[in-house]
């Protein structure tokens, strides 16, 4: 598999940014603030951030202001992750090998623990201190985000999810629940690091946005192999976890053979994608390689 | 009791607003939309909105403006009453009469309906129309509703209420999860509306949330008395049900009488930081009447 570049030091750096965001917090309750840090600290591969950083590094925008980006998007993804794995929803209790936060803590904490990792997404996109040139654009950040986070993006694409457990749904329904589930996120990251560059023309940031819709996809379909192929050790979870949830994947409706292909085509018109723009986009060519490689 | 000049009116106005905001999204899973709609929607007396909307009306703010500002608020609390509902935390099967919102849809929808007006809020604050004045204040009005919402905010108050019960807390306790929990975003409503406003100094910006801090807890101390001197009819949820959980009051700490004094103090104080003002506030210290004398 593609090791990916400069993964360690992205994974250091904003686990240190927020960690400094968490510790700035005004001391109030402790407990609430120890979940949050657990959801938002302990694991977590930072394929959002890494993402981020890279389409931020092809198109020269400041690592800076990146930082704001990343950081923001990966409050949501943490507080998305820890919401749904309540016992209402998927009632996981593991999580990267570890207690998922209601076990660690109790379920009352990890919903508000949730909730305020959401709040404080936006309160990074607020206050971060982007370089003069980004704060003028953080309204459209904001609006990115918003899109990507909410009912038009993540959370309703978790509700796709959850009318879909115990029903039959197409491959279309799949590919939507998925795009909107996981597909929102990633886009959000590579189009709000694409706004943080003067370079970006419309055009590019509909490449990229492309882009991160297929290896979106891509992710989800290699994700619903994992879980049918890998160990519970190399998950951290217990694997077969779909199928216990009568959960529709791309192997049950396509079948194994027909997944890996899916996944190779969506692979291929990533990198079309990323083919079209003026830019080195070697790294972002090796995550969408990283994407269809992995095992866990 | 006073009649609030107005109420109607406003509440039809942001009723209105909030219909038309959930009617834009985008065509998506139709059950999490109901259950949005069914939280923000079904009843709310919509005091919040009322407080941005007769602050914005004594400084002179555009109309217009403060919907943003009040729809972003009522948003919070919807998503908050949803998730304050929910089993784990205060388990309530009613609200405002009618089934809460895991009652009428389940556990899960609930969940994300809150996630989903959490973000709602923020697309409100990033997409409303607001006038060219009121827009390049765009960013302030975000950095206040952050403050409010989150952990620093109602979310650490909630926190604090929780670790409250069956745990007894000074007064001072008390009251510092209280200005958290609801305050936070009363005084929102009131900061809100007043960046809309081109008048507002920054003395009257602390004069107005001196005055929410104190309606805060004159609220809170009422709902506290209303809570053992009520009936179920006239609250729409069971009576008592603050010591059935075995929750700190100002009763309970103070006495009813004590609490009653109580109120009448803090009412006291509101009037005084209204009074050096250079406005009309006839309608905020008639808001400050109506909240120490309401009976439900």
Not at 80 to 87: K, N, T
Not at 118 to 147: G, M, P, W
């Given at each position: ?22 510790a ?23 394929m959002?951030p ?7 590094e ?9 930082d704001g ?17 309540l ?15 209601h ?36 309204i ?8 990507a ?41 590579v189009?709000?690091?694409?706004e ?5 023309s ?5 490449q990229?946005?492309?882009y ?14 994992i879980?049918i ?23 049950a ?14 692979y ?29």
């Amino acid at each position: 598999m593609t090791k990916l570049a400069h993964l360690d030091a992205i994974q250091t750096r904003i686990d240190h940014y927020l960690t400094a965001k968490l510790a700035n917090l005004a001391s109030n309750d402790e407990k609430l603030l120890a979940a949050m840090r657990y959801g938002l600290l302990i694991g977590g591969k930072r394929m959002r951030p890494y993402l981020a950083y890279m389409t931020g590094e092809a198109l020269g925008a400041e690592q800076s202001d990146i930082d704001g980006v990343a950081a923001a998007i990966e409050c949501i993804h943490a507080y998305s992750l820890i919401h749904d794995d309540l016992p209402a929803m998927d009632d996981d209790d593991l999580r990267r090998g570890q207690p998922t936060c209601h076990k660690a803590f109790d379920e009352a904490t990890a919903i508000l623990a949730g909730d305020s990792l959401q709040t404080l997404a936006f309160d990074i996109i607020a206050n971060h201190e982007f370089s003069t040139a980004v704060a003028d654009k953080r309204i459209n950040l904001l609006r990115y985000l918003v899109n990507a986070a909410g009912y038009q993006g993540m959370c309703g694409g978790q509700a796709l999810d959850l009318a879909a457990t115990n029903q039959p749904i197409s491959l279309a329904e799949l590919e939507n629940l998925h795009a909107l589930k996981t597909g929102a996120l990633l886009e959000a990251a590579v189009i709000m690091a694409a706004e943080c560059s003067s370079k970006a023309s419309e055009n590019d940031k509909q490449q990229l946005a492309q882009y991160a819709k297929y290896i979106g996809l891509a992710y989800q379909v290699r994700d619903d192999i994992i879980d049918i192929t890998s160990t519970e050790a190399e998950l951290g979870k217990p694997s077969g976890s779909d199928i216990a949830a009568n959960k529709s994947t791309y192997p049950a409706l396509i079948g194994l053979q027909g997944a890996r292909e899916k996944a190779e085509n969506l692979y291929q018109q990533a990198l079309q994608a990323l083919s079209t723009l003026p830019y080195n986009t070697q790294n972002l060519s090796d995550f969408a390689t990283f994407i269809v490689c992995r095992k866990h």
